[in-house]
């Protein structure tokens, strides 16, 4: 039997793709699943999965040969030395009838996260349920059962690889208590760990001279409690200044494709949130166009529903930029994981006062640091450091948001 | 391509699988076989055995056809006949087996293999060499000898020996009970022979459960074979044309006088006169040292079947050798014994995969037991065969299956059920979900399952 091996189609407009290697040669045995050749588009690589287990009887598409969508570009058989059966030409081979899977291609506008495996996962029976006790997702799971089947073996070395993990971090090791992995802890941890691999994340600090937000602060406390009823906070500020920001340096309100750069004519501001036993970012929509009064009330709602446990997934979904900020526990500066899949978050330190040379003096000044983290496959080390000096402008002199 | 050249010693269930699979993946094959193809399997083993006791089956229902409403008259066995059907059935078999080899073009080459170097062997009678890329070596078992005081002047039956009687002995006593001894054991108390089984440890096929065997115990024991467990044979002399056998028992020294005294104790690889230590092949414990691969020490030489020791059944020799083939093809495959299917064909018949109950609790896993009894299941009480029950053992966490044994009718057709089961890691909720055909025994298994997970319909 000979087994076709196509060029897939990752993504809505992508028509043809270019071979750039193959982790195979011929007469080779491949296992399904098992990363056969390697392709690009404009500016995504992909590793696209033997379909099914076999020898590699035929390359028909060599290193940097273009090849459409559905087009053939090897031949599988099963058993060693079979003749192999030439395909007929077939131009219009359906795309979606694609037998190569392509690994790890995350769908336009679709979160790593919202695809619950609508596909298949083949699992035994004991391995489904010592999975499903233990946490461990099949997802993310190697099978080693035929046709790659995972079997209790596999969720085993899964939840021996999670436990070194523990372990590695846990020093001095001992028996300790283990805590079953809650839903909203198995999606930050899939999270915050997809954004460390998938992005490009790149770090920008820059200290900036507060004076000016805490008094603008303390000026608007009243102006703002009598219109929303709310105490307006630095926070609060920071969002609206940054949203400003954005909307001159639109770069920033952003997001990675496989297919380009989907740029956002709307500013939606997530807003970290600790709870006591997670972590939520709830969403302020159309941040720019929201005076200071209504961003002080919606962040309170959050707030209040967020504790209560309130929040709809609506309500925390659909951000365009995210701003953490550990100033109320005194951290001076940090780092914040990017939000996928946007392409920028702020970390905002602490404020503290510190001396500084102002006209070639010492002067005592309250400086805050704050932190962008950018992914660099679609912002540029300028881009962000020019966006950061406009932030730090309208820091330093609030009512420039008004120019 | 150059197509590889993979040699095969031996045509035995081990040998002649391997030999098709190295063919169908495009190799060109040479298979040597010194005896006739098919090995002890066909030849001496499981087929010829299945073609006794099936004669002996049907002998015994015969003669308890008054209660199905069926009376036969001069009702008789003619042992010669019974065995020259065994020979055409064991010749019908080779027969198939030589003419699949010859369609995917396998040359078979009879004689002895020597090694000559780790590529090439060559033919004793013949001088012929035969050269290869891959060498599979499958040469089997041949029983294991007991030695006592007197056997170097009395002959002791072996298995191969009960399978080529000429004719029925008056008595004959069989040293061991194990698979072979029972079956054995009885067929030939059916055919009018007294039998007596002799078992050094407290019971009959001692490695199973002890349920299984305690109740096949009981049914060999109702038929007429006698059983001395926890005995040894001490010593055997002559006795006119008898054979005197003085037997150490737990109740002190007796003597028995039979006309054939046989062996059933195991069997042990045999790979002598190959010439193994000339090219450096690794062995332990007298059997071929392989990995899980199939793979001897040295890199182009497999081994499998009885010559690498282990579970030695027919069907694990098979599954070895497609293993060793498609490695030595190129395609990367690991042997893994979780579920081996263990079967008798007494009737009535036992058989059981996983483990015991026993092992189960040694292994440390916590367990759960469902036994449901033949009693229960309506064909079994309409073919009048109730003695028996399917027993499953189960790991209590998560009812993952560990271990099914079964004694009644079918018992080794019904056994596949569980065999699969284990091999996908099955729990007893999905046998209790699976619909079982009505009127068959395999309900027995659903039921069994459902006395662990939501209860027995069947079952007070």
Redesign the interface.
Known sequence: MTIKVIMPKVGLTMTEGTIREWKKKEGDWVEKGEILFVFETEKVTNDVEAPQSGFLAKILAKEDDVVPVGGVVGLLVKEKGEQVELPVEEAEAAPEASPATVTEVTEQGASPIGNNGKARIKATPMAKKIAKEKGIDLRNVTGSGPGGRIRVSDVGSAIDAQAKAVEAIAVPVSEGKLVKLTGMRTIIARKMLASKIETAQTYMTVSVDATRIVESREKLVPVIEKIAGVRPTINDLLMKIAASAISRHPIINTRWTPDGILWFDTIHMGMAMALDDGLIVPVIRDIATKPLSAIARARAEIVEKGRAGKLTPDEMKGSTFTLSSLGMFGVEQFTANINQPESAILAVGTVTDKPVVVNKEVVIRPIMKVTLSYDHRVIDGAKAAQFMKTLRELIEEPFLIVA | ?N??RVIVIGGGVGGYPAALRAA????KVTLIERDKMGGVCLNKGCIPTKVFLHSASLYDEVKRGSIFGLTAEKLQIDFSKVSARKNAVVDRLTAGVTSLLRHKNVSIVNGTAVFRDSNSLEIMETGEAVVGDKIILATGSIPAQLSVDGSEDIRLLTSDDLLALDSLPESLLIIGGGYIGVELGQFYCRMGVNVTIVEMLDRIIPTEDAEISGALEKALVNEGIDILTQTTVEKIERSGSNKKVVLATPAGHTEIVVSEVAQSVGRRPHFSGLNVEKIGLATEKGRIAVNEKMETNIPNIYAVGDVIGGIMLAHVAAAEGECAARNS????TAMHYRAVPRCIYTSPEAACVGMTEKAAGEAGREVQVARFPMQAIGKAVLQEQTDGMVKIVADKR?G?VLGVHIIGPHATELIAEAVLAIE????V??LAHTIHPHPTVSEGIGEAAMVLSGGAVHMP
């Open positions: 391509m197509k590889e169908r993946m495009g190799a093809m190129g395609q990367p998560y993952e996908m890691e099955v729990t909720e999905e």
